[in-house]
């Protein structure tokens, strides 16, 4: 059984070697991955030696329903003294306040786990529905990075997040880790 953190409507479950796969199609998708995210095509061979090389603290979560079902992914992305985060949810199960809770759950865990004091995200200026999980998660807004991913043929802006642990104070949504 792979680590799991219990939210209210939603889990966030550590993806293992077996699910691969699953991740692998879902990277592979651009449907998927949003009109926000740069077009990858990964191999499995390339997802598991990139999944094997993973440091202790660069984790990918997949984002259950509490039926089971995966809808999603949680990915960190460990630096100096925080951590980064970014997430996706399938195109059918998007605007119904799962992520915000995955992003709620995350933070959670990674305040009480891990000795940083901030958690960021990055999120395309256009991507208001992105800017509202991350508002609603207690992240605020710090500023512009200029031409700072490469989507589809553009350089693109995206706004800076963040959470301090000080702003954090307390778990907001974790309600048990398994």
């Not at 399938?90 to 759950?105: D, M, N, Q």
């Not at 995350?106 to 508002?135: C, G, K, M, P």
Request: hydrophobic share 40%.
């Amino acid at each position: 059984m792979s680590e799991l953190l219990e939210g209210r409507f939603v889990n966030l479950r550590v993806v293992e070697r077996e699910v691969l796969p699953l991740v692998a199609e879902w990277r592979n998708s651009p449907e998927i991955q949003g009109e926000f995210i740069p077009i990858v095509q990964e191999s499995r061979a390339e997802l598991e030696k990139r999944y094997d090389s993973f440091g202790p603290n660069e984790k990918r979560f997949f984002i259950e329903k509490k039926d089971g079902s995966k809808i999603g992914l949680v990915v960190l992305e460990p630096r100096e003294g925080m951590q980064e985060i970014g997430y996706r949810v399938i195109p059918s199960e998007r605007r119904k306040g799962y992520c915000t809770e995955a992003v709620k759950l995350i933070v959670d865990y990674l305040f009480l786990s891990q000795e940083i004091v901030r958690v960021q995200a990055h999120t395309d200026v256009e991507n208001v529905v992105s800017q509202r999980v991350l508002v609603k998660a207690g992240f605020k807004k710090e500023g512009l990075v200029r031409k700072h991913i490469f989507v589809r043929g553009d350089y693109r802006d995206e706004f800076l997040y963040s959470i301090l642990r000080e702003e954090w104070k307390e778990p907001k949504t974790l309600t048990k880790v398994a």
